[in-house]
């Protein structure tokens, strides 16, 4: 079964909004869950780094302000994409683990976000 | 900032043909996996490996990590049309815990 999910699987909205996308860890409490982008026919660019009850790490380049993560507890962390524009349209898509040595990681099924 | 460059970007063979992909970096992995994603999904790990010279074997697929820990390659036997995807290498480093780094990707297609 699954170990990641994600909400919502894809989502359409207006230029000047914000969209929240859910990742759930369903099997493990996740200490760190992190969050990727990937745009057609790319690889996955590491957005943040997300661990439980702190504040998330972000990569260079990656606008905090923008890309808000919260990791409220060890099986749910959101991601939300404020005041979105067309150029954020991508395949979001997080994965979890437990950061035990050689643990890896598990990836949810993505959710596809498509600004207007 | 470690980069991943894999090769080919895109490869189209036809159904029985065999290949390589290659995923090269410029500095010394931790641990190296390999993941296949299919489109509108996420990756789905094939493989882990953790040790210099390493070879493993998941049914057609064959694994090889460099001596070094630098670079890595995935064979396939016999491809089928099922193995069409994009498939990607990730690498973690020295002091990064489990931060990934994703190679650029290889885009394969099997044909009949």
């Known amino acids: 079964g699954a170990v990641v999910s994600q909400h919502p699987s894809w989502v359409i909205c207006k230029s000047g909004t914000s969209v929240k996308i859910e990742c759930r860890s369903l099997d493990f409490q996740a200490t760190t869950m992190f969050w990727y982008r990937q745009f057609p026919k790319q690889s996955l660019m590491l957005m943040a780094t997300?661990?439980?009850?702190?504040?998330?790490?972000?990569e260079q380049g990656v606008e905090k302000d923008k890309f808000l993560i919260n990791h409220a507890s060890l099986t749910l962390s959101t991601l939300t994409v404020t005041s979105a524009h067309p150029e954020d349209s991508s395949f979001y898509i997080c994965s979890v683990t437990r950061l035990v040595r050689g643990e890896t990681q598990y990836f949810g099924p993505g959710t596809r976000l498509l600004v207007l | 900032t470690q980069l991943l460059e894999q090769s080919p970007q895109f490869l189209s063979i036809q159904e029985g043909e065999n290949l390589t992909v290659y995923c090269n970096s410029s500095s010394v992995f931790s641990s190296l996996q390999w993941y296949r994603q299919e489109p509108g999904e996420g990756p789905v790990l094939l493989v882990t490996v953790v040790t210099g010279g390493e070879v493993k074997k998941l049914k057609r697929l064959t694994f090889q990590f460099g001596d070094a820990r630098k670079d890595s390659s995935l064979h396939i036997t016999a491809a089928q049309t099922g193995d069409t995807g994009l498939y990607l290498c990730?690498?973690?480093?020295?002091?990064?815990?489990?931060?990934?780094?994703f190679g650029t990707g290889t885009r394969l297609q099997v044909t009949l």
């Open positions: 997300s661990n439980e009850g702190s504040k998330a790490t972000y």
């Open positions: 990730a690498g973690t480093y020295t002091g990064t815990a489990s931060k990934l780094t």
